[in-house]
C-alpha cells in the first residue's frame, strides 16, 4: 500500500511539473500564453483546471436608423444696386454667359442665379442700409467663385447664408428693370441689350413692373 501510494504522489508530482514546464513556455510566447493551472481535489480524486471566464456579447441585430440629411445648404452671394450690377459693369455680361456655356460643354448643373430684390437680404439690415434699391444679387454655392467675383466687380457686397431648400434660398420679389439708355456711346463694344439677365434668373422667376 505504502508503495502504491508512493507511485500515486510520484505521478501526480510528475503531472505538475509537466504542466508547470509547459505553462512557463507558453509564457515565453505572449501570444500562447494561458492562465497559471490550478490542480484541486474532486470526490476523491485530483483534476486540473484552468480559471478560464467567458464573456458573453450581446449583439444586437437589429440595424440602426439612418441618419437624416438635415443640414442646411451654404450659398454664397455679392450684392449691389441693380444699375450698377446689370448696367454699368462692362464685363459682368459676358462672365455669366461664358460660365453658363462652360456649364453646358461639361454637362453641369447650374450653381449659380441673379436674383432682383432677394428675400434673403432682410437678414442682412447692416448691407441692406448701404444699398440703393433695386437691388440685384449673384448667388452661388461655390464660394471660392464668388470669391474671384468679388475681385473682379469690387463695388459689391460680400456674404453668405443657409437654408433648407434652393427654393428657399432663391426666394425673391423680381421687378422688371429698365434702364435708360445714353445719349452718346464711346465704347468699343456694344452697349447691354434689356433683359440679357433673364437667363440666370431663378427657375420659374416671374418679373412684374414697378
Given at each position: 500500500?505504502?508503495?502504491?501510494?508512493?507511485?500515486?504522489?510520484?505521478?501526480?508530482?510528475?503531472?505538475?511539473?509537466?504542466?508547470?514546464?509547459?505553462?512557463?513556455?507558453?509564457?515565453?510566447?505572449?501570444?500562447?500564453?494561458?492562465?497559471?493551472?490550478?490542480?484541486?481535489?474532486?470526490?476523491?480524486?485530483?483534476?486540473?483546471?484552468?480559471?478560464?471566464?467567458?464573456?458573453?456579447?450581446?449583439?444586437?441585430?437589429?440595424?440602426?436608423?439612418?441618419?437624416?440629411?438635415?443640414?442646411?445648404?451654404?450659398?454664397?452671394?455679392?450684392?449691389?444696386?441693380?444699375?450698377?450690377?446689370?448696367?454699368?459693369?462692362?464685363?459682368?455680361?459676358?462672365?455669366l454667359f461664358e460660365r453658363l456655356r462652360l456649364f453646358?460643354?461639361?454637362?453641369?448643373?447650374?450653381?449659380?442665379?441673379?436674383?432682383?430684390?432677394?428675400?434673403?437680404?432682410?437678414?442682412?439690415?447692416?448691407?441692406?442700409?448701404?444699398?440703393?434699391?433695386?437691388?440685384?444679387?449673384?448667388?452661388s454655392t461655390n464660394g471660392p467663385w464668388?470669391?474671384?467675383?468679388?475681385?473682379?466687380?469690387?463695388?459689391?457686397?460680400?456674404?453668405?447664408?443657409?437654408?433648407?431648400?434652393?427654393?428657399?434660398?432663391?426666394?425673391?420679389?423680381?421687378?422688371?428693370?429698365?434702364?435708360?439708355?445714353?445719349?452718346?456711346?464711346?465704347?468699343?463694344?456694344?452697349?447691354?441689350?434689356?433683359?440679357?439677365?433673364?437667363?440666370?434668373?431663378?427657375?420659374?422667376?416671374?418679373?412684374?413692373?414697378?
Open positions: 500500500m505504502l508503495a502504491s501510494t508512493a507511485l500515486n504522489l510520484g505521478s501526480l508530482g510528475s503531472c505538475i511539473v509537466n504542466v508547470s514546464a509547459h505553462s512557463c513556455h507558453l509564457q515565453s510566447l505572449p501570444f500562447l500564453a494561458l492562465p497559471n493551472p490550478i490542480v484541486k481535489p474532486f470526490h476523491g480524486s485530483w483534476k486540473l483546471t484552468t480559471p478560464f471566464k467567458t464573456a458573453v456579447a450581446a449583439v444586437d441585430s437589429s440595424q440602426p436608423a439612418q441618419k437624416q440629411d438635415t443640414e442646411r445648404k451654404k450659398y454664397y452671394f455679392l450684392v449691389a444696386n441693380a444699375k450698377f450690377m446689370l448696367d454699368e459693369e462692362e464685363h459682368f455680361q459676358e462672365q453646358g460643354e461639361r454637362n453641369m448643373e447650374q450653381d449659380f442665379w441673379l436674383l432682383i430684390e432677394p428675400k434673403f437680404l432682410d437678414k442682412f439690415p447692416n448691407i441692406t442700409k448701404r444699398l440703393k434699391r433695386p437691388a440685384v444679387a449673384l448667388v464668388i470669391t474671384f467675383m468679388k475681385l473682379r466687380l469690387d463695388r459689391v457686397l460680400q456674404e453668405s447664408y443657409e437654408a433648407d431648400s434652393l427654393e428657399e434660398a432663391l426666394a425673391c420679389t423680381p421687378v422688371s428693370l429698365k434702364f435708360e439708355k445714353p445719349e452718346k456711346w464711346v465704347a468699343p463694344y456694344p452697349k447691354y441689350e434689356s433683359e440679357w439677365w433673364t437667363p440666370f434668373l431663378p427657375p420659374g422667376s416671374q418679373t412684374s413692373k414697378v
